[in-house]
């Protein structure tokens, strides 16, 4: 029996390589998470009372695309916050969660060649795993580009030579930034675009922590397509209600776009796609409609925020991260810090290393962890006065 050669090289994906890190070690005090970012604050209390409402709706079977209610709550969103009126038939859909939109989108939209080439798909380094194995899966070649200190910790896309640019097909952008919290600015989307546009790439946008942040919300880059008079299908954004909303296991996606983006996203998941559930998705367009928990939400990061700051005061390196829920802190080498963090303190932490790719020798996550504020604010003081003991 024979088996595709396209994953083989893949690294085990960042959790279990943790498991395996640290589980055959002793914790040295309370076990404290802080390594995946799994939202821990409360969601709206209303959200499981609208599920049990559309109880009967477990026994159809779901709307693939979204129902007209959660198609029209999600354009409503979108024109409340990007200012860029969407229409619910032809330019919003359902996802069952980003992860799965980010993953089909290349399925659905990258060509087999670009200008008679193997076609290259752009991707942040550090990066979300998923644009990896969505770029593979599409037999395309994925083009690590460093996101690092020297670049505003976003990747310079601009900078890599022609010819690759004119076989890119996707260049998969992500921000605010997992995991450095940085936020591309109007000039970077509109450098952004205009390159995509002169060497006729899509954006994916993947803006899932865009309502969390420190003091002004990050410019989308559907506002500055339309700004700038660019193709309704130049730019396909991603969100969702996991960070906005703190509802993870809801599943609740939304993909925007073109009218043929959208298309033939709707054509491949009529196939292959897995439907939010009818009774999740009444609830969904209740979640996309209410901004008062999304406010409150992001205050409480916004505590946290500020707790991070007064701990790490004065730390050589440390950035304030401008949005999101992470802190990506400076270290020698992230696996052994992780370990000793393990075995000092019980705190774990997930290596920079482990979210990134090498490259030429260098992997420009090596020198840094990623620590998630997902936990009560005191909780949080906590556990960033004992990391900080432990390591500096």
Excluded at 231 to 242: A, I, K, W, Y
Excluded at 268 to 280: H, T, V
Excluded at 315 to 320: N, W
Aim: glycine share 8%; aromatic share 10%.
């Amino acid at each position: 029996m024979t088996f595709p050669e396209r994953f083989s090289n893949l690294p085990a994906y960042a959790f279990p390589r943790l498991r395996a890190l640290l589980d055959h070690h002793t914790p040295g005090g309370d076990v404290v998470h802080m390594t995946i970012g799994e939202p821990k604050h409360a969601f709206p209390a209303w959200v499981t009372e609208v599920i049990a409402e559309n109880a009967a709706g477990f026994n159809q079977y779901p709307n693939n695309d979204g129902t007209p209610d959660l198609r029209g709550a999600m354009a409503d969103w979108v024109q409340r916050r990007y200012g860029v009126a969407m229409d619910p038939e032809s330019q919003v859909m359902a996802l069952n969660g980003t992860r799965e939109g980010l993953y089909n989108a290349a399925m659905a939209l990258c060509p087999e060649q670009k200008n008679g080439q193997r076609p290259a798909v752009l991707i942040p380094n550090p990066f979300y795993q998923v644009y990896m194995v969505a770029t593979l899966s599409v037999a395309a070649e994925p083009v690590f580009v460093p996101a690092t200190a020297a670049t505003g910790h976003l990747p310079d896309y601009e900078s890599l030579p022609a010819d690759v640019l004119d076989r890119t097909a996707v260049a998969y952008i992500c921000s605010p930034a997992n995991p450095q919290g940085a936020v591309a600015s109007r000039d970077y989307w509109t450098r952004l675009i205009r390159l995509a546009e002169k060497h006729d790439f899509r954006i994916f946008a993947d803006e899932c922590y865009s309502e969390i942040y420190r003091d002004a919300a990050p410019t989308g880059a559907l506002s500055v397509a339309q700004e700038l008079g660019a193709d309704p299908e130049r730019v396909v954004l991603f969100n969702s209600l996991s960070k906005r909303s703190n509802l993870p296991g809801l599943r609740a996606g939304l993909i925007a776009g073109g009218p043929e983006t959208i298309r033939r996203v709707k054509q491949l998941r009529a196939y292959s796609g897995a439907p939010l559930p009818g009774p999740l998705q009444a609830a969904a367009a209740k979640v996309w409609a209410d901004e008062a928990h999304v406010a409150e939400n992001r205050a409480l990061y916004q505590q946290k925020y500020a707790i991070a700051d007064e701990v790490f005061a004065g730390l050589e390196g440390y950035m304030p991260p401008e949005a999101g829920f992470f802190l990506w802190l400076p270290v020698e080498n992230g696996e052994q810090v992780a370990l000793k963090l393990w075995q000092e303190t019980g705190i774990r932490v997930l290596p920079g290393a482990y979210l990134a790719q090498g490259g030429a020798g260098e992997n420009p996550g090596e020198g840094y962890i990623r620590v998630a504020l997902v936990a009560p604010a005191e909780d949080t003081r906590k556990a960033l006065v004992a990391l900080r003991d432990c390591l500096y």
